[in-house]
């Protein structure tokens, strides 16, 4: 579905990475986000891997190559199931291996991304080394099943529906996509509220507490499982999106939150922090680096995770 562009974004990564290794023969590289195997970053609900040159995960990619990773940026359906855009993701996943040379890859999803990872390593665990979910609702978000209350097939679901999907449609336009992705706000809907989490998770159980917020497995199949949230929705005065995440945030009645996802409901195999003054889009340094000054870089937060995986072999 992606293919074209998938390869283009494969063909400028591997320039970067060359580019990469230019700098590093001139000035030194300290190799401490050097993987063993390459990592793999995919996006959210409404996500994107660049629109108009701002990439979804601002500044992250770079600085993870500056010292060594081999990192690459996919997209997949703005809106869908999880169980679809995993199956997009893992065409694409197929592309990287293929195209590095190595066997397996590092996968790190932040919200939707999450399950989509999952997916992925649940029906190919051959593939990957470790996921590391980040800000994902595993059991579900209380602020999808505030919209949920919207009844099925009333004009007003019908009505959601397209301005979303239509959202969906633009993002992926804007974000110069070779051909159009499939949209399908209510389907993401039903993957991300809680009834729909729980339904995916008797399938894909890997890594997935038993306890209400305790941690998971931290090793399935071979497969490594890490996660990490934040619970402010509010960080930075100058962020026009802490508004929104800051009304979102009233659904949960109290609970810990992003703005988004619960605090409990982040938590997936080692759970490595799930308080960080972030919110959901601070996750992936957004709006524009607008992070809290009172909390560790997000950008030094995918650093250190990265020589986590170094050290763990990964």
């Known amino acids: 579905m992606h293919k074209n562009k998938t390869l283009l974004a494969l063909g400028l990564g591997a320039g970067l990475m060359l580019s990469g290794q230019t700098q590093a023969f001139w000035f030194g590289s300290s190799g401490y986000t050097q993987t063993k195997y390459p990592i793999v970053l995919a996006h959210g609900m409404l996500g994107f891997d660049s629109i108009l040159g701002v990439d979804y ?6 600085a993870l190559r500056r010292d060594g990773a081999k990192v690459y940026v996919t997209e997949v359906s703005q809106l869908n199931t999880s169980e679809a855009r995993g199956e997009e993701l893992l065409e694409q996943v197929e592309e990287i291996i293929a195209i590095s ?3 397996r890859v590092n996968l790190i999803g932040h919200s939707h991304g999450g399950p989509t990872i999952r997916y992925v390593a649940a029906v190919r665990p051959d593939l990957v080394a470790s996921v590391t979910s980040v800000g994902s609702p595993h059991k579900g978000s209380a602020a999808a099943d505030f919209i949920r209350q919207v009844p099925p097939g009333s004009a007003g679901e019908t009505l959601l529906a397209g301005i979303v999907n239509g959202l969906g449609g633009l993002i992926n336009f804007l974000s110069g996509s070779s051909s159009a992705s499939p949209q399908d706000a209510l389907g993401a809907l039903e993957s991300l509220n809680s009834e729909g989490a729980a339904r995916f ?3 894909y159980p890997q890594g997935v507490p038993t306890s209400s917020c ?3 497995a931290y090793s399935v199949g071979g497969v490594r ?3 990490w949230s934040g619970t402010s929705p509010l960080t930075h005065l100058l962020d026009p999106s802490d508004l929104m995440l800051g009304a979102s945030a009233l659904t949960f009645n109290g609970e810990a939150n992003d703005g988004l996802v619960g605090r409990c409901s982040s938590h997936l195999g080692k759970v490595i922090r799930d308080d960080y003054l ?3 889009l601070d996750e992936v340094n957004q709006t524009f680096g607008l992070t809290s000054w009172f909390e560790t870089d997000p ?5 250190q995770h990265a020589n986590r995986l170094k050290n763990d072999g990964l």
């Open 57 to 62: 995960w601002y500044g992250i990619p770079t």
């Open 101 to 103: 040379g190595k066997s």
């Open 201 to 203: 998770n008797a399938k």
């Open 214 to 216: 305790g941690e998971g």
């Open 225 to 227: 499982y890490y996660s």
């Open 278 to 280: 972030m919110n959901h």
């Open 299 to 303: 950008v030094t937060v995918y650093r």
